[in-house]
Every structure is written in C-alpha cells, then in structure tokens.
C-alpha cells in the first residue's frame, strides 16, 4: 500500500524544512503555516524511491528534507502523474505539473532532472489533516 512517509512545512521564504507530525491542507491556499500559499504550486510531493535513486547515483547520503518539498510518498510512481487526481488521506490534489530543482538544489539537479525525481507540485481540491501513514492513491 502506498504511504504517506513525511510531512515537511516551510514557515519562511528562504527558510528551513520543519518536519511535523500532520499537516493541515487548506484548498487554494496550501498547508497551514506554509510560506508559500496559493497558485498552482501549494503543495509539493516527492517519492521516496526517486529520492533514494537520485542520491545512490550522487553517491551521497542526503536527508530528504533538502529537497524542500512539503510531502514524502512510498510506493507510488509519480511519472507523468500530471492532471492526475491524487489522494493523500482524505484530501485530494489537482497534480498540475513536475516538480523542477529549486535553485537551493543545485549540487543535485541533474540527478532530480531524469524520470520526475524532484516530484511534483499540485493544488489542493479537497483539504483536511494529513499524517504520515496515510494512503496515498491516484483515483
């Protein structure tokens, strides 16, 4: 079964990652406390295994949380995921588009680059709590 694995929320532009236990998600706006709030990009999603691909092929152990995206996924392949409706808990995300490297993440770009590694981003359609072991599912 695909899982939630972690919730991270930027509370400054700029800012550290602060990994919590739940997050609330607010629909066209983005995770309560976030810095970044509306648009298409109010929420963020990784997998965990394109992460763990990216930096076995940097040969380095990097935590997650340099990614900078708000929500860690198992079990889910999130390739040409985009238009997609993805369920995360109770809440639903509109998935709007691939994930580019922010310019934070340079050292590691070119491995985010191939195969959707650095995620996707998306707008939140329906909102609520997510926490990490919720099921994630395309509908």
């Known amino acids: ?81 985009r238009g997609k409706k993805l369920q995360l808990g109770d809440c639903v995300i509109n998935v709007r588009g691939e994930n580019p490297p922010c310019r934070l993440m340079n050292e590691m770009q070119q491995p985010l680059r191939s195969h959707w590694r650095a995620g996707v981003f998306g707008e939140i359609v329906y909102g609520g709590t997510i926490r990490a072991g919720d099921s994630v599912r395309f509908l």
């Open 1 to 81: 079964m695909a899982e939630i694995v972690s919730i991270w929320i930027k509370r400054a532009h700029g800012g550290a990652m602060d990994r919590v236990d739940e997050a609330h998600l607010v629909p066209g706006r983005g995770l309560v406390g976030s810095a970044d709030q509306g648009g298409w990009r109010q929420i963020t999603i990784i997998s965990e295994e394109s992460w763990r691909n990216a930096t076995a092929e940097l040969g380095a152990d990097v935590d997650p949380s340099a990614r900078r995206a708000n929500v860690m996924i198992r079990g889910l392949d999130l390739q040409k995921s």
